[in-house]
């Protein structure tokens, strides 16, 4: 079947922009992450969604950063105000349920703040 | 919260040699041990992983090794291939509370032919 898949591939911004991410889970996959990955640096923890549990958004660098997850498929991550520090590779997953299940990732989106 | 580290951050190794990638955690609630091998300008793809009533999981050419008494766990490669370079990273996570993967920091693994 489908895998993860995430939208734009690439998003080149000015500062001071918003810009919005979007990511499709895998049919049926209860439990919806994003993760952040700077160049050549692991992946940072941003927000959890899991059914129609509060979302856990412990790993959201500051406010500018805000994610929702509708009718419990499509996710949007929404980046306000963006920095040059934000640029780096937006990754979406997804899992059967949260914990000890599979997470499997979309491509990624590549954000380029200028 | 928990926290990951991974060792080391670069490996070359030859043809066929093996290859051992080591990885500690902090937070003795996760129960979860995945393997994720990311090639360039790809996707992140699950390799391996293991579960804390485990101690050892093996698949064909790679396998994990779980210390959960000194809270660690070790990936090996036998019988490395060029296609086996990457950069491969560990993670851990609970099953109860945050959820969420943490990542360690990665090793950039490059094999020679």
């Known amino acids: 079947g489908a895998g993860v898949s995430q939208s734009p591939s690439n998003k080149v911004t000015e500062k001071g922009k918003d810009v919005e991410l979007r990511c499709d889970p895998i049919s049926g996959h209860t439990a919806l992450y994003w993760y952040r990955q700077s160049l050549g640096q692991g992946l940072e923890f941003l927000i959890y969604?899991?059914?129609?549990?509060?979302?856990?958004k412990s790993g959201l660098p500051s406010d500018r950063f805000s994610a929702e997850r509708t009718g419990g498929s499509v996710s949007t991550l929404t980046i306000q105000r963006t920095q040059q520090e934000d640029s780096a590779v937006y990754l979406c997953a997804s899992s059967s349920e949260g914990g000890r299940e599979t997470q499997y990732f979309g491509p990624g989106t590549r954000l380029l703040v200028l | 919260g928990e926290n990951v580290e991974q060792h080391p951050s670069t490996l070359s190794v030859q043809e066929g040699d093996s290859a051992v990638i080591k990885c500690t955690y902090s937070?003795?609630?996760?129960?979860?041990f995945p393997w994720y091998k990311q090639e360039l300008g790809k996707r992140p793809q699950l390799i391996i992983d293991?579960?804390?009533?485990?101690g050892e999981k093996k698949d064909q050419r790679i396998a994990v090794t779980l210390n959960k008494t000194a809270k660690h766990f070790s990936l090996h490669i036998t019988e490395t291939q060029p296609e086996d370079s990457a950069v491969y990273f560990c993670a851990a996570s609970m099953q109860a509370g945050r959820r969420a993967l943490t990542f360690g920091s990665g090793t950039r693994l490059q094999v020679q032919p």
């Open positions: 969604f899991q059914g129609n549990s509060a979302p856990d």
């Open positions: 937070d003795s609630a996760s129960n979860y």
């Open positions: 293991i579960r804390s009533n485990v």
